[in-house]
């Protein structure tokens, strides 16, 4: 979720409740009936940032697993290249030896 969706939300459940606020506080209820509208208010504000809460968290587990998932993949691929260019190095170096071998074996004649 971007930052300014996140936002958004954010000022919109904000509106909401202040708005209900000021709807139940003017209300011409009686007070018992006036708190409980308002306490019900203030619970459903609040399931529903819960909500939104567990919704972000499983996106951003989500988006992590996925990014372990790339970095072992990109990890196992680094050392399979490592391991091809070992090879290359160690076949370098043997030729090399046997080149030097060979001239040694010239100067020993």
Not at 90 to 108: D, G, R, T, V, Y
């Amino acid at each position: 979720m971007s930052n300014n969706t996140g936002n958004t939300v954010l000022a919109l459940l904000t509106g909401v409740a202040i708005g209900a606020g000021v709807g139940i506080l003017f209300a011409p209820d009686k007070g018992s009936r006036t708190r409980e509208k308002f306490k019900d208010g203030f619970e459903d504000a609040k399931n529903e940032l819960k909500n939104r809460f567990d919704s972000v968290s499983l996106e951003l587990k989500d988006k992590f697993s996925l990014a372990k998932y790339d970095l072992e993949g990109t990890y196992e691929e680094l050392v399979s290249n490592m391991s091809h260019k070992t090879d290359d190095v160690i076949s370098f170096l043997e030729e090399k030896l046997a080149e030097l071998k060979s001239q040694n074996a010239k100067l020993q004649k």
